[in-house]
Every structure is written in C-alpha cells, then in structure tokens.
C-alpha cells in the first residue's frame, strides 16, 4: 500500500543533528519531514550508547546521549513534525523545488528540499579478529555497545581502544564496575584532551589500569562464559588481564546505501558540501552532520547543529524562491505559532 506525504524539507536521518535541523526549518516557518530507518529518533544516541556522557553540548557540562535526545524532542514538540520510522529511503527523482522519494515501505514523499543528516549512514562494529569471538558476542561477554551501564556493575571490564568512545567509557564505569582496563596499542590516546587529562588522573588513582602499549590477543573462558583477556605488546610478549566483560571500541563500519548512488559528490565515502551553506553538488539537496566532508571539518555533535543551521537558511531560498527571509533572534521572534 502507498503512503504520500508531502512536505516542504525532507529530513533524512533523526539522530541529534536531524532533530535539531528540525527546530530550524520550523523556526523559519518551513514544513519538516523527519525520515529514518531506526523505530525510533536518536541515530547512535539511542540505539548506541543512551547512557553515554557527553561533555561538548554547550549549557551541559556533561549529559547523556538519551537525555540530549529527550531535550531536542522537547525542543521540536511545538512544530509536530511528522515523521516515518523503521523506513529506508530507496529512491530519489526530481530536481530542486520538485523532488520525490521512495522507502521500503512504500511511502512516497513530495519535498522542494532535502537535508541528509543520516550521520555516518548505516552503521555496525568493527570486530576485532579474535578466535571464537561469536561465542562471547552472543553471551554478552563481548560486547560493542553499552545501554546500560549498571549491566556492568561489579564486573571486571576489559576496553580496547583509544578514542573518545574508549576513553569516555573508562572513565563512566569508575565506581560501577568491580575493575576498568583500558587497552591500546599506544602510549598516546586520541580522546580530547580534557578527556585524556582525567583519563591520566584517574590511573595515577589507581581507578583505571591503562595497559600500553598492547593489542587484544586472546579470549579465554568458558561456554561464552570470558574469564580473561589475554594481550601482547609489540615484541608478542603476552600478559593476562581478568575480565567477565570486553569491550572493543574500534569504530564503525559504516554503508551510505542508495545515498551511494545518487549521483552526489563524495570525499572518502562523505558527502562534500560548501561550508557556507551545507549544498551539496546536487541543487536542493543540503547535507549536516557526520555524513559531510568540507576542509576544517570537525566531527562534533555542535557542529552538525550549526550546519543543520546553515542548511535550514539555505534551504529557505529553494522552499520560497524569490522570498527574502528576514531573520530575527528568537529571543525577539519566540517560536512560530501555526
């Protein structure tokens, strides 16, 4: 059965970025049509890590990627803007002003713009290439990604890696978990800097055991049941670490599906966009978030939300050509009344 929809911005993607470009188009009295494949909004904040801190929102010191995704549902509350969950988008046609998409639900959407906010498109785990790891994935033992942390409480976590996912983690399970190490094959970890100065801190506490520089090795256990985590430094020397839980922060693969295949400029599997208005090669279609690529890019939540921004003022000129847009703080405007 077919479902039309018509809208005047066709949102692909509801993670933190997309939620946000909504506020926008709806403070500049645009119609906004949120589309994303997961059942419900959030992108990687909720499917992810919901109990994630995060430390670059400005106004929070710290907030949970769950509560952030609450607040910009808050935020968008008085606009209702629709939106199609649980979809994949199939299939674009039309040009500027006059675009048209398919999803593998067998909905239709009329847009005269679209913003492609999809974050790193689709995502999974980079595994590390561990004899008998299915076994420990499918217990628990090994596992990629955290929705609770108090599922951790008590026990003996081994992390591996050493970026922000890593680090962050190090550190949020301090005083949940019975012990935290923390694996990486340098000395030097990639987390900010901030991140990393209480990473060190917390070590000479003796609160994190950082083993450096070493590699994941080995499982050992038992029926899926993980007793230990064995690694090697650079000479294959090996030392055995005590662990009930692994885990592995290497990243995500990710796969842009049809976005791939629309004809849009790429830069390392990204969509190139002009900075200054987040256009993409292709007139109409405007992109935000951790999908695009420009120079000085930086892949931070804060600053998908300036592009969503940048693109909603963009996209106003496709939406109501030859309108001017008269922009007002809204501390002055307030938010649109319908």
Same mark, same amino acid.
């Given at each position: 059965?077919?479902?039309?929809?018509?809208?005047?911005?066709?949102?692909?993607?509801?993670g933190?970025v997309?939620?946000?470009a909504?506020?926008?188009?709806?403070?500049?009295?645009?119609?906004g049509?949120?589309?994303?494949a997961?059942?419900?909004?959030?992108?990687?904040?909720?499917?992810?890590?919901?109990?994630?801190?995060?430390?670059?929102?400005?106004?929070?010191?710290?907030?949970a990627?769950?509560?952030?995704?609450?607040?910009?549902?808050?935020?968008?509350?008085?606009?209702n803007?629709?939106?199609?969950?649980?979809?994949?988008?199939?299939? *674009?046609? !039309? &040009?500027a002003?006059?675009?048209? @998409?398919?999803?593998? #639900? +067998?909905?239709?959407? =009329? /847009?005269?713009?679209?913003?492609?906010?999809?974050?790193?498109?689709?995502?999974?785990?980079?595994?590390?290439p561990?004899?008998?790891i299915?076994?420990y994935?499918?217990?628990?033992?090994?596992?990629?990604?955290?929705?609770?942390?108090?599922?951790?409480?008590g026990?003996?976590?081994?992390?591996?890696?050493?970026?922000?996912s890593?680090?962050?983690?190090?550190?949020? *399970?301090? !005083? &949940?978990?019975?012990?935290?190490a @923390?694996?990486?094959? #340098? +000395?030097?970890?990639? =987390? /900010?800097?901030?991140?990393?100065?209480?990473?060190a801190?917390?070590?000479?506490?003796?609160?994190?055991?950082?083993?450096?520089?070493?590699?994941?090795?080995?499982?050992?256990g038992?029926?899926?049941?993980?007793?230990?985590?064995?690694?090697?430094?650079l000479?294959?020397?090996?030392?055995?670490?005590?662990?009930?839980v692994?885990?592995?922060?290497?990243?995500?693969?990710?796969?842009?599906?049809?976005?791939?295949?629309w004809?849009?400029?790429?830069?390392?599997?990204?969509?190139?966009?002009?900075?200054?208005?987040?256009?993409?090669?292709?007139?109409?279609?405007?992109?935000?978030?951790?999908?695009?690529?420009?120079?000085?890019?930086?892949?931070?939540i804060?600053?998908?939300?300036?592009?969503?921004?940048?693109?909603?003022?963009?996209m106003?000129?496709?939406?109501?050509p030859?309108?001017?847009?008269?922009?007002?703080?809204?501390?002055?405007?307030?938010?649109?009344?319908?």
């Amino acid at each position: 059965m077919t479902h039309t929809h018509e809208t005047d911005i066709a949102i692909i993607g509801a993670g933190p970025v997309g939620l946000f470009a909504a506020f926008e188009i709806g403070m500049l009295r645009m119609r906004g049509l949120l589309i994303d494949a997961l059942a419900e909004p959030g992108g990687q904040c909720t499917a992810l890590y919901p109990e994630k801190p995060i430390y670059d929102i400005p106004a929070h010191p710290a907030i949970a990627a769950a509560d952030l995704i609450a607040r910009l549902e808050a935020q968008i509350a008085p606009f209702n803007t629709p939106r199609l969950l649980g979809r994949h988008v199939t299939h *674009l046609a !039309g &040009t500027a002003g006059a675009f048209r @998409l398919a999803t593998d #639900r +067998g909905d239709t959407i =009329a /847009a005269k713009a679209i913003l492609i906010a999809a974050g790193a498109g689709a995502f999974g785990p980079n595994r590390p290439p561990l004899d008998g790891i299915d076994a420990y994935e499918a217990s628990g033992a090994v596992r990629y990604f955290i929705t609770r942390r108090a599922d951790l409480a008590g026990k003996h976590v081994v992390i591996a890696g050493g970026g922000d996912s890593a680090v962050d983690w190090a550190l949020a *399970l301090i !005083g &949940t978990a019975a012990s935290v190490a @923390l694996v990486h094959r #340098r +000395g030097k970890f990639r =987390a /900010a800097p901030e991140t990393a100065a209480r990473l060190a801190a917390a070590a000479a506490r003796g609160e994190v055991a950082l083993v450096t520089p070493y590699q994941l090795h080995a499982l050992h256990g038992e029926a899926g049941q993980l007793r230990a985590v064995e690694v090697a430094d650079l000479d294959g020397a090996t030392r055995l670490l005590p662990a009930d839980v692994l885990l592995p922060f290497f990243g995500l693969s990710t796969d842009l599906g049809p976005i791939a295949g629309w004809g849009l400029a790429l830069t390392q599997h990204q969509l190139t966009i002009t900075p200054a208005t987040c256009a993409t090669s292709i007139p109409g279609i405007f992109a935000a978030g951790d999908i695009t690529h420009y120079p000085g890019k930086l892949k931070l939540i804060l600053q998908g939300f300036s592009e969503a921004a940048m693109a909603a003022h963009a996209m106003h000129a496709v939406v109501h050509p030859g309108q001017a847009l008269h922009f007002e703080h809204s501390t002055t405007s307030g938010i649109p009344q319908s």
